[in-house]
């Protein structure tokens, strides 16, 4: 390790890699402790983990910007909805509640459901989960990647409202998904902040949504963020899964993403020992 010129901060022989991640790594020393730049911006991101954390979701903001999407897409109006906590001190200890719906979304979704008499091939619900800096981020520009994407599929996909979820944890996508009687449902959740990824998105798919399922019915796509898995390739990923998972009717530990394998529709290929021909 060699003495910089102009500081009295060792410096480290692994800082060139940084310039690849966001790992704290090849910090350098003052003496026997961090430099104090390197102190402070470790401070700095604690902080925004922490208020990733407790800063509640803005909805009529996050509304306001999906409005033109929604409109785009010809989707009925959101459904802003609620968990059974109460607090985000409930949220953070009582995981429970927050899979659940309160009775007066519940009631929402079935009078909707009681008045349009339709299924869907998606439900797609908005949770803020840990992160709501997350969800005001990346909701509007990853949206408008997907819908893009199933305008454009081959396929017809019919979607459901979009609902917008406080205080929810992932499962309470399973309800939705039941009470709105789609076949499919995608969860949009902001993921536990990490003291480099405040902002991370998590996407998660589950067939036959229903109350009681557990997380192996469900496929995950996590680290959705300008500085993480880009919206593009989380789309394709994501659209991936969809088509797979409406053609064999199953989600979870049964169904994997081979998205990046060099497969020709059609084509004779070996067969792939991950995937199970169990139905479940």
Known sequence: MTQSNNSYVTSNPWQSLRAFTDARIGLGRAGVSLPTSELLDFQLAHAQAQDAVHQPLDVAALLEQLNPLIYDCGLDPCHSLQSR?????????????????????????????LSNHRAYDLAIAVVDGLSSRAIAENTQPFLAELCAALKNDKEEWSL?????????????GDEIGDLINARAVLVMIGERPG????????LYLTWDPRVGLNDARRNCISNVRKAGLDYPDAVRKLMYLLKESRRMQLSGVQLKE???????????????????????
């Open 85 to 113: 906590v109460p607090d985000r001190p409930t949220y953070l200890q009582r995981p429970d509640l927050g899979r659940r719906l309160d009775e007066a979304s519940a009631v929402v979704l079935r009078q909707y459901t």
């Open 195 to 202: 003291l480099s990824s405040p902002d991370s998105l998590g």
């Open 160 to 172: 459901a409202p979009l609902s917008v979820v406080t205080q929810g944890r992932v499962a309470i």
């Open 258 to 280: 081979r998205s990046e394998e060099p497969l020709i529709d059609g084509a004779q290929t070996e067969k792939n020992f991950l995937i199970s021909d169990v139905k479940p």
